[in-house]
């Protein structure tokens, strides 16, 4: 018996021994390069502006002061509002995206599908050329009517190409028998994709998922071309007028445009309020990046298929 455990160690040599303490080295490096900087948005968020303008930014913070959370939920119904319509649009988006090109990538995986290969150069064409943002901007507001619209928000960001390759890739690999075994069954094409083929592809489904919700939990760029109601204003563009705003008010302050009583009103923190920011838009999204990281790492395992 104490044969068969010592036959069972594996005797590393001491070159294996040193690459793998330089390639951990290594990693912890990357990683402390990567979580620094976040911290140091931490504690500038903490900080004075004062201490941030005389010291820099620190890895603790200076003259700690909560002045710059107190300007970002000034109005905290404000917020919570461009917090409500960001976390609809990123779960309805999610689920629809996820659904679309899901079924998509099914489709074109598919060798029996005639006009696969057409389809995919069409989908593959959009990715080298685009119409522009003119015609783009005619689209959504003449034609589909669509300004001022939760609809002009949602539709842009609906699909990708490159997510539909990720999902194209991951069905390719599920094998035939398992598709042909189904339609023995009695499964249809429906049935086949939302019990075959969706439960082995779950880590495309956790990272492409994942993509689409950053994609929506990022967007400003859309709001600022299409909503011009302040009720309908996502996160991320409120607090990117937010700061225009604050950059504003010192411009005013710096040219001396106003009066001294209307300037020290106006005197609001701008690199602690920046840090705050940062940290109130990517706090909820870092929060649920733990449920899907594990699909990051973990490769898809197809089962064999009894003969």
């Known amino acids: 018996m104490a044969n068969v455990k010592q036959a069972g160690k594996i005797k590393h040599g001491k070159d294996v021994i040193a690459l793998q303490v330089m390639a951990y080295t290594f990693c912890t490096l990357i990683a402390l390069f990567c979580l620094i900087p976040f911290i140091m948005v931490i504690s500038g ?11 820099g930014f620190s890895l603790l913070p200076q003259d700690f002061s909560l002045e710059a959370y107190k300007t970002v939920f000034e109005s905290p119904m404000v917020v919570i509002r461009a917090y409500a319509v960001t976390i609809g649009l990123t779960a309805t988006g999610t689920v629809l995206g996820l659904l679309l090109q899901t079924m998509t990538a099914y489709v074109l995986s598919r060798k029996d599908f005639e006009w696969r290969n057409g389809f995919s150069f069409f989908f593959y064409f959009t990715t080298l050329f685009s119409g522009g943002l003119v015609p783009t901007y005619l689209l959504y507001t003449r034609t589909l009517k669509l300004q001022d619209s939760y609809l002009a928000l949602l539709l842009p960001l609906l699909f990708s190409v490159y997510n539909l390759l990720i999902m194209k890739s991951y069905i390719s690999a599920i094998p035939d028998s398992l598709i042909d075994a ?3 069954d009695g499964c249809g094409e429906v049935k086949t994709l939302f019990s075959v083929v969706m439960p082995l592809i779950k880590p495309a489904l956790a990272t492409v998922g994942l993509f689409i919700a950053l994609a929506y939990w990022n967007d400003w760029y859309n709001a600022m071309l299409y909503i011009k ?9 409120f607090l990117y007028q937010q700061i225009n705003n604050i950059e504003a008010y010192k411009k005013l302050i710096a040219n001396n445009s106003v009066s001294s009583s209307v300037a020290s009103a106006l005197s609001l923190p701008t690199q602690s309020l920046k840090m705050a920011l940062t940290i109130v838009v990517t706090g909820p999204i870092i929060l649920a990046f ?5 699909y990051f790492v973990q490769g898809i395992t197809i089962g064999a298929v009894k003969g």
């Open 45 to 55: 968020s903490f900080s004075s502006e004062e201490s941030i303008i005389q010291n």
């Open 182 to 184: 189904a339609k023995i």
């Open 229 to 237: 109601s302040d009720s309908k204003y996502p996160l991320q563009y």
């Open 290 to 294: 733990p449920f899907v990281q594990k």
